[in-house]
């Protein structure tokens, strides 16, 4: 099968930081599914994981971790999944990606695709569905059936491919949400997706959340620099409120005063750690997408995807790292189809 791997961690200017290659097909193993993939989403994992670094792979390795495809073959101990079953899934770090032809997955971690989407815009939200869904409704104390009434949430890094589908999840939820953006095209996205308010990250939170109306926020999600914004969102947080993170900090963070003081919240999501450490619920994640599914066929929920690359190849991966490494993308890549 065709595949795009690494056996070396380079820039992603070096041709050889993603190469096109061939490789065996797969067979699945009694929970797994064996899916043709048709499209993948590109994501800052794929990127953290391709970063240069000194070890070398002695076979070629293949990232992707966001994908939508169709079952090709099922393994023995699986339930609810047949050949021909149209599927998207973000998958498990520890095993081969979807930059391939084929990918093996367990199939508690996968869902139908939602019927309104292509192949195309189903692999835009796997990752970034789960992990807003995980951190706004597992990890953070709030339902999403109506947790948000009557609460402000602050989305920083509104215009991202996590924070695309969370305003969307938050305001369905019933949050009044702010979300930081800084270009005019990001604004207008951030407004596309049902933000509230949308306040410049460039600048000083305080004084725009003030003439906005708010004192302070209920409970904050940093998308971003956990570093950068871990003092001011200390002291924009209410008593008892709650700050959801994703970005490992770079530096030490000081977790007493205010955060103490006020009892803030701290919660940290990282959407492989169900996969990864095969924890008893993994299949909640299977779970939390037919529900994101659900809510998009119910015309509820919106897509995500903002560009398109075609086909699938190192040439095309290794332009789409390019283009999340900038730091200027908006919602979700896609790359998608074989030549």
Known sequence: MKAVALT????????????????????????DLRVRIEAVSVNP???????????????PR????????VVDAVGSEVDGFAVGDAVCYAGDVTRPGSNAQFQLVDARLVARKPDTLDFT???????????????????????????GTGRSL???????????????????????VIATASRTETIAWCRGMGADHVI????????????????????????????????????????????????EPSGTLKIGDPYKAKCIGIHWEMMFTRPRFRTADMG??????????????????????????????????REAHRRLESGRTIGKLVVAGWD
């Open 284 to 317: 909640e994640q299977g779970r939390i997408l037919a529900r994101v599914a659900a809510l998009v066929d119910a015309g509820r929920l919106r897509g995500t995807l903002h560009d398109v690359l075609s086909p699938i190849d190192a040439a095309n991966l």
């Open 62 to 69: 293949v990232l992707g971790y966001d994908a939508a495809g």
């Open 200 to 247: 410049d990250h460039r600048a000083e939170l305080a004084p725009q959340l003030e003439t906005l109306g708010f004192d302070s926020i209920d409970a904050a999600i940093n998308l971003a620099d956990t570093d950068r914004y871990w003092e001011p969102l200390g002291e924009l947080l209410a008593p008892q409120g709650h700050v959801g993170l994703i970005v």
């Open 154 to 176: 602050l989305v920083i890094a509104g215009a991202g491919g996590v924070g695309s589908i969370a305003i969307q999840l938050a305001k369905l939820a019933g949050f009044t």
């Open 8 to 31: 070396r961690y380079l820039p992603i200017d070096d041709p050889q930081s993603l190469f096109d290659t061939e490789l065996p097909v797969p067979a699945p193993g009694p929970h």
């Open 121 to 147: 815009q189903a692999a835009a939200l796997p990752l970034t569905a789960i992990t807003a869904w995980e951190l706004l409704f597992e990890r953070m104390p709030f339902s999403f059936d109506g947790g």
């Open 45 to 59: 994992v794929d990127t953290k994981l391709r970063s240069p670094k000194p070890q070398q792979e002695t076979t």
